[in-house]
């Protein structure tokens, strides 16, 4: 049979993908793993409607094999396979999707298990293969084919033997380069990985046989190796199980195994998402902020997976920045699997998956603060100031979100309060939320500032935190009051007529003191907010002393 060429468009398409679309070259076995996941997948459903056909899940699996002095690596499936008609149109069309088509017609059918529908994994094949061999025989025929190609210059399909229907992709592994390595792909420890890596959650056994080592019989100290047929994958992914099912432990472990931290996770969030988006995931809440946290090198982000199978590592489209610390993982099965990231940032669900997290880690939190306020305060000393800072970005948008998961030390109290427990015990007559700020609540309670307010019996809140007057400021007000610094000029209390008439008397002697004070303050004045201490610095603006001092800190 004459060599086919593909089509032009897909000879060119083909190259871009394989430098493209695909940063890694071990994907290619996610991809073909996922193929022959869905044609598995594609006779379950074919039995849903079919009484001729039974589906005994024990005849399915996936089989990888290689082989060092062949190079040969090989993907096998007990799949549907494909008719030579099929090779044809789904392997020799780049960018068409068989199984976008059987989604299509068998919507109805619930046939949404199927990860594919992008039409181009395939082809990664060729990221590490020089020759691509395909041999299938389809369900229901006799006939089995042999397709092959070399890559970009077209391919060839024959008909060939094989006894039963399934798929086998065998792969002619590069030799190495000069910079690449590809003897890897041949090595069963490598693949072991790669298929962990990626493919752990696929529904069917993906099987390998890995090299023991056991006592020689009747040997003292001697060992032989022998092959066993291993189930690489652990197939029940912990998000899809039953949150009844599972125990605190469970999560800690899934937490361990990720690697999100080294520490515990303070709070897991299981989320089974039914309604307009659907997806599972599993959010945590570190215990600790990770060392990084707080520089440039710390990157947010979930894993994401389509369908069971890794898409990508740390998506951080689907966290906000002030969510930055949680960790986990988000797994929809309507994403395209092989969607790169410029795709992703466009994909609808994303943001609609994106939204939806955003509102749930919210609430989590906020019940956390109902319902455990020690754990909240943990949470609060190792990330609260990320959420203060994300109050401040984005011009405030996000302040709605964020303003009643802020806690700040309490004059009153002594321990750290939220803006809605201040407000809702505040007297009648005060006007507004009172803040002093200094170094540490020991520095701001000798501030002679502070005096009048608290004589009035008012509480303030104490920022020690550079960003705290910034993400007040930001806020304006909270529930209709406005935030003021003790040491503002106007502090909205009623002065007595004793201190106005001191002003009149003593005006000469202010301006003196002016004159001495040589330019260094812009006017001395008798105080109406002073108790116990002779004299304090005040500010005459809306900035405080402290935000004042960050100010002029800051380079031009
Ligand atoms: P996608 O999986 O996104 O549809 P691929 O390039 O990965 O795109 O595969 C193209 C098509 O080839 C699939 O849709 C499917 O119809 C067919 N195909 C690929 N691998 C197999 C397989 N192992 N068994 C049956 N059909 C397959
Ligand atoms: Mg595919």
Not at 462 to 470: L, N, P, Q, S, V
Not at 518 to 534: D, E, F, M, N, Q
């Amino acid at each position: 049979m004459a060599k086919k060429e593909f089509k032009a468009e897909s000879k060119r398409l083909l190259e871009m993908m394989i430098n493209s679309i695909y940063t890694q070259k071990e994907i290619f076995l996610r991809e073909l793993i996922s193929n022959a996941s869905d044609a598995i997948d594609k006779i379950y459903y074919r039995a849903l409607t079919d009484d001729s056909l039974v589906f005994d899940k024990d005849n399915y699996f996936i089989k990888i094999k290689a082989d060092k002095a062949s190079r040969t690596l090989t993907i096998s499936d007990t799949g549907i396979g494909m008719t030579a008609e099929e090779l044809e149109n789904h392997l020799g069309v780049i960018a068409k999707s068989g199984s976008l088509a059987f989604k299509k017609e068998n919507e109805a059918k619930d046939g949404h298990n199927i990860i594919g529908q992008f039409g181009v994994g395939f082809y990664s094949a060729f990221m590490v293969a020089d020759v691509v061999t395909v041999v299938s025989k389809a369900l229901g025929s006799d006939q089995a084919y042999k397709w092959e190609s070399e890559g970009a210059d077209g391919y060839t399909i024959v008909p060939c033997e094989k006894d039963s229907v399934g798929t086998d992709v065998i792969l002619k592994i590069k030799e190495n380069g000069e910079e690449e390595s590809y003897d890897e792909y041949l090595e069963e420890y490598r693949l072991k990985a790669i298929v962990k890596k990626y493919s752990d959650f696929i529904r069917y056994p993906i099987k390998m046989d890995v090299t023991k080592s056991r006592k020689k019989e009747g040997a003292e100290n001697e060992y032989e190796s022998y092959t066993e047929e291993e189930t690489v994958n652990s197939m029940v992914p912990i998000w899809r199980k039953n949150r009844s099912e599972l125990k605190d432990e469970d999560y800690e472990n899934f937490y361990n195994e990720k690697r999100y931290g080294f520490d515990k996770p303070l709070k897991h969030i299981h989320i089974n998402a039914d309604g307009s988006v659907v997806y599972r995931a599993i959010l945590f809440v570190p215990e600790t902020t990770p060392f990084d946290y707080y520089t440039k090198e710390y990157e947010k982000g979930l894993e994401l997976y389509s369908n069971g199978v890794l898409i990508m590592n740390k998506c951080g489209d689907l966290l906000p920045d002030y969510f930055s610390f949680v960790k986990g993982m988000v797994d929809s099965e309507d994403l395209s699997l092989n969607i790169s990231r410029e795709l992703l940032q466009h994909d609808r669900q994303l943001t609609q998956i994106a939204k939806h997290l955003k509102g749930k880690i919210k609430s989590e939190l906020q019940s956390l603060l109902k319902d455990d306020r020690e754990k909240y305060e943990k949470f609060f000393k190792a990330f609260g100031r990320q959420l203060k800072y994300g109050v401040y970005s984005d011009y405030g948008m996000n302040k709605e979100t964020l303003q009643d998961l802020l806690l700040f030390y309490s004059s009153k109290e002594k321990k750290l309060v939220t803006l809605d427990e201040y407000v809702s015990r505040m007297p009648e007559d005060q006007k507004y939320i009172y803040y002093a700020t200094g170094d540490s609540v020991e520095r701001i309670e000798k501030l002679p500032q502070t005096e009048l307010v608290a004589d009035k019996g008012y509480e303030i809140l104490y920022f020690t935190d550079d960003i705290d007057e910034f993400a007040i400021k930001m806020l304006m007000k909270y529930k209709e009051k406005e935030f003021k610094s003790v040491s503002s000029g106007d502090l909205g209390i009623e002065a007595d007529e004793n201190a106005k008439t001191e002003a009149e008397e003593n005006k000469d002697l202010f301006e003196a003191m002016k004159e001495l004070l040589g330019g260094k303050v812009k006017a001395v004045k008798a105080s109406t907010r002073l108790r116990s201490h002779p004299v304090c610095l005040s500010a005459e603006g809306e900035l405080s002393i402290e935000m004042e001092k960050i100010l002029r800190s800051m380079p031009d």
